[in-house]
């Protein structure tokens, strides 16, 4: 049985990565007397994964990150004025836009009508509200869970708390790390939709044989797998 | 009746503002070649509440602020190695041990025993889920809420969800503005219990005559105001 659908947000509802790389492509340029632009690039995601422990995932800790980054590779010597810039571009982050995904709104609107529907997210709480209140999206979702990192327990304790359980639960989403991989450990079913631009550290590799493991392209598909997932024609 | 309790976290269960005047302190003196103390303070407070709606509340916002600061105060002539040290001094922060507040631990358990208690707490998601687990205190909460502001409507759904409504619902905190006030509208009891230091944007004046407003001196009454609140001696 399949009671309750689980939607990832940024990358699966809208767009995400995109706006994180436009900013690390104007922290490039900022920082191009400095460092050239790959070298820059595996600087700053070292300083991510160093900071993930204590910054958590959001815009809030990337900056913080740049900074560090900028501080060390000009080895002391970068201008305050650009440390300035980085800030902005921060800031910006955390003003830009919600851009919906195709066919996020009706693929959501058509689920909420016979199953239990569920935001689960990790970033900044305020960031992750704002964009749910700028998608226009939050009065169909039953539940919003905005958590620290997508986990086996998480997802049971989520679909516990929303739904009857993660067993009987889908997780949808962009990245196989953290939408789907550990929705399929939970014992439910994991769908994975590819986005073009994917974080360096989500990546992760497909599982191979899973039988309740799917893809596809895009969301336009997703009603008709749940339609048949919920009636038994596939488990 | 009431069934609920809510226990605010920073400076009610365990010490919070104290490290951030610390910190302050760091700052002031790594800034003292560019600005005099009541200066900077006042620029800091005010970047502070400016950044509020981007940043929401909690460390890395605080940091962000800091270095805005820095800049700011400084006319862009900070060296980068200043920003170095307070990008340290943020993730110092992000580290501190959690030192409990007296009678925290007995008043909690006591209370646990008989009625729901929830922990409602805002700051940064990951950051107040870290110090929770170094608590100790997490397994005798029936619920944890991290929220990015605390408002009436925040009371409402908190105590919906882990209770019986605001109106059965006591709520404990060091702010008036946050903890006392927002829950007193929401239609339950508030209870302040002053900390020594408060954090300039958290300051309001308690409530006049109200009669589900009390305050005391430090968390070892709760449990008596709580039996005789639930007992209907007082309303």
New interface residues.
């Given amino acids: 049985m399949l009671t309750t659908i689980g939607f990832d947000a940024d990358d699966t509802l809208w767009h995400n990565e995109s706006f994180f790389r436009l900013t690390q492509d104007r922290f490039t340029a900022l920082m191009a007397d400095h460092c050239p632009p790959e070298h820059l690039h595996e600087r700053l995601l070292e300083a991510e994964r160093r900071?993930l422990g204590?910054?958590?995932f959001g815009v809030?800790?990337f900056?913080?990150s740049m900074?560090?980054t900028?501080?060390e590779v000009?080895g002391?010597?970068?201008?305050?004025?650009v440390?300035?810039e980085i800030?902005a571009s921060?800031?910006e982050m955390?003003?830009h836009p919600v851009h919906l995904l195709p066919h996020a709104r009706a693929t959501v609107t058509a689920l909420a009508a016979d199953y239990r529907v569920v935001l689960i997210t990790k970033g900044?709480?305020?960031?992750q509200?704002r964009k749910l209140a700028q998608s226009g999206l939050g009065d169909l979702f039953d539940g919003v869970e905005?958590?620290?990192d997508k986990t086996p327990e998480i997802y049971r304790a989520a679909f516990a708390r929303h739904g009857t359980g993660a067993d009987q639960g889908l997780m949808v989403g962009n990245s196989l790390k953290s939408d789907v991989l550990p929705m399929l450990t939970a014992g439910g079913w994991g769908v994975h939709v590819p986005h073009g631009l994917t974080w360096a550290l989500e990546q992760a590799d497909p599982p191979t044989g899973h039988r309740r493991f799917h893809e596809m392209a895009d969301l336009s598909g997703l009603p008709d797998l749940v339609c048949h997932l919920a009636q038994g024609h596939k488990t």
């Fill in positions: 900071n204590a910054y958590g809030k800790g900056t913080l900074i560090e900028a501080i000009s002391g010597r970068v201008p305050a004025s440390i300035g800030l921060g800031r955390l003003e900044d709480l305020l960031d509200e905005i958590v620290s």
